[in-house]
């Protein structure tokens, strides 16, 4: 297999930037895009690439589309699809700073910010409503399975797709409710993290159970939360060999299958979605091979 991006299987980091790009009109993207394959990978950084820059080069990613908007009733998915996207990790704000504007200011030639998100760790991995996040993440070599293509040839081994969307909680409206509703619209206890036997078919826990799907559809999280002035959230990050995993699950949660609403959208909303080809990595720089360059 092929070596994926160190930072896509590390730890979740105390902080993050998560960046997006849209691609400027007759501009020379592959010499930016060999720009960044030139410059050593560390576990800082992870980069992706959307499908219609990729269609643009004139290659494609088995497996690689747009991101679906989808609705259901009482709530929205949009689909804002980006370009380019960076995620930068780490313990130092400070640091995370710096080496997001020296990536912006790398691409900048060909590329816009659309999207610029700061993320952060709440306590042991905390939702900002007190409810842990990604308890089903797989461990160890089930997360390389889950999130690391392999069998694909080796320009794509050891890449990953990965699902971005930015929501935004309404937490007045949740510090409203009561601990047993908020207990049912997760499928959790707040206080312990046990699975209600009991639970909603509402609840986040069923709407989502990765074992539950045919075929399962198991992703590797990497969610943090983020607040700024304009209100406060969760950044949803989920790695895949694939994106079906994530979809299946997106699907279920906006009612496609049965018109039973996940919980969440009581109390909150996506209000971005993307798809990115996160490139393997070679003797330590992003191997762009699949895309001619």
């Known amino acids: 297999m092929g070596m994926s991006q160190p930072g896509i299987l590390a730890p979740v980091p105390g902080h993050s930037r998560y960046?997006?790009?849209?691609?400027?009109?007759?501009?020379?993207?592959?010499?930016?895009?060999?720009?960044?394959?030139?410059?050593?990978?560390?576990?800082?950084?992870?980069?992706?690439?959307?499908?219609?820059?990729?269609?643009?080069?004139?290659?494609?990613?088995?497996g690689l589309r747009p991101f679906p908007a989808l609705s259901g009733p009482g709530c929205e998915v949009p689909a804002t699809q980006a370009d380019l996207w960076c995620w930068v990790q780490g313990a130092d704000r400070g640091r995370i700073t710096h080496l997001a504007r020296a990536f912006t200011r790398q691409v900048a030639p060909a590329f816009r910010r659309t999207r610029a998100v700061d993320g952060f760790k709440f306590d042991r991995g905390l939702d900002l409503t007190g409810y842990e996040d990604g308890t089903e993440n797989p461990q160890g070599d089930d997360a390389v399975d889950a999130a690391i293509v392999n069998g694909a040839g080796p320009a794509v081994d050891g890449s990953s797709f990965v699902a971005v969307q930015q929501w935004v909680h309404d937490l007045d409206r949740f510090e409203a409710m009561s601990e047993g509703d908020?207990?049912?619209?997760?499928?959790?206890?707040?206080?312990?993290?046990?699975?209600?036997?009991?639970a909603p078919v509402s609840a986040h826990v069923k709407r989502t159970a990765q074992e539950s799907f045919d075929p399962e559809a198991f992703v590797v999280r990497r969610s943090m939360p983020w607040a700024d002035a304009s209100g406060e959230g969760l950044m949803f990050v989920a790695f895949g060999n694939s994106l079906d995993a994530f979809e299946a699950q997106l699907r279920r949660m906006t009612g496609q299958e049965d018109q039973v609403i996940d919980g969440l959208f009581r109390f909150t909303r996506p209000v971005s979605g993307s798809y990115f080809w996160c490139p393997p990595v070679a003797d330590g720089n992003l191997n762009l091979a699949a895309l001619g360059l």
């Open 19 to 62: 960046l997006e790009f849209g691609a400027l009109p007759e501009a020379d993207v592959a010499s930016v895009l060999r720009g960044l394959a030139s410059r050593a990978l560390d576990q800082d950084t992870v980069v992706g690439i959307g499908p219609g820059l990729i269609s643009g080069l004139g290659h494609r990613i088995e």
């Open 182 to 198: 908020g207990d049912n619209i997760i499928g959790r206890r707040r206080c312990d993290n046990e699975e209600l036997d009991e």
